[in-house]
């Protein structure tokens, strides 16, 4: 207001107002400023509000999704184990060499499901708390796959795989045990979500800017729908083997890669089933 009553307003230089309605104006201007501010100091803090509700509102969602997982993925698993090892030490109980040897490893097995939930809710929280920094370091991601797939050959039995790896060095800056989780993740969904049997297809990819593996199964496919809300944390899919987790491991798979500057994705596979791809920069900006 006062610059336009020096710059604009005769006599032009000073404060004086020679005519009433300049002063009418002027009057205006200021009331106008005024308002204006108010009603952008308004908004500013309507807007602040909403976002702290809407960091509330996931926070809640989030520990109600927590509560739900610990409340029943876990206590089944414990519950299995509660029951075999009662049965082994109930008094009198006479028990053949297989009977006790399938008790024996039905504990094992519900033993090793509840180490990997209880793994995958302290990755989830470590990627909510923002701790997740990569270590990187030039890594053979071809040899990675390799060796992924060597170790879950157990529960690939049965199954083709098929890796489509160069032989040459496929390096890219990395942290090891990190794409190590991303790429089992990916390969245990796929024998979680196909049927027994079915092929699975492994490769490695590389360019000038970015390295891209891609795990690619013959199942029911993922409808477009569905392949963002199962990126979530603690969303599930439809199993074909029955066994389920708690809906983390794509979550935390898209955690590490987005860590690494890469990105994950759910595409269709060529004549049916899903595609499971993410990539690695190569920039030595990575390191």
Known sequence: MLGHDI??????????????????GLALLLFTAVVTA?????????????????????SDELKTALLRAVSHDLRTPLASIKAGVSGLRQPGALYSDDDREELLSAIEEETDRLDRLVGK???AS????????PHKQAEDVGELVRNVVRRLNPILVGRPVHLEVPQDA???????????????????NAVRHTPAGTPITITVRRNDEELTVTV???????APAERQRLLRPFERGKTVSGGGGI?????????FVEAHGGRLWIGETEGGGARFSFTLPLSMEAL
Not at 7 to 24: C, M
């Open 7 to 24: 710059l604009f307003v005769e006599p032009v230089g000073t404060l004086t107002i020679a005519r009433p309605d300049e002063a009418v």
């Open 121 to 123: 809710l302290l990755e």
């Open 126 to 133: 470590t990627l909510e708390a923002g701790a997740a920094s």
């Open 216 to 222: 690619a199964d013959r199942g029911p496919g993922i």
């Open 247 to 255: 809906g983390l491991g794509l979550a935390i798979a898209r955690g």
């Open 38 to 58: 108010h009603l952008a100091d308004t908004a500013r803090r309507e807007t602040a509000k909403a976002r702290q509700a809407e960091v509330i509102r996931r």
């Open 170 to 188: 496929l390096a890219a800056p990395c942290d090891y045990v990190q794409i190590d989780h991303v790429v089992t993740n990916l390969l245990e």
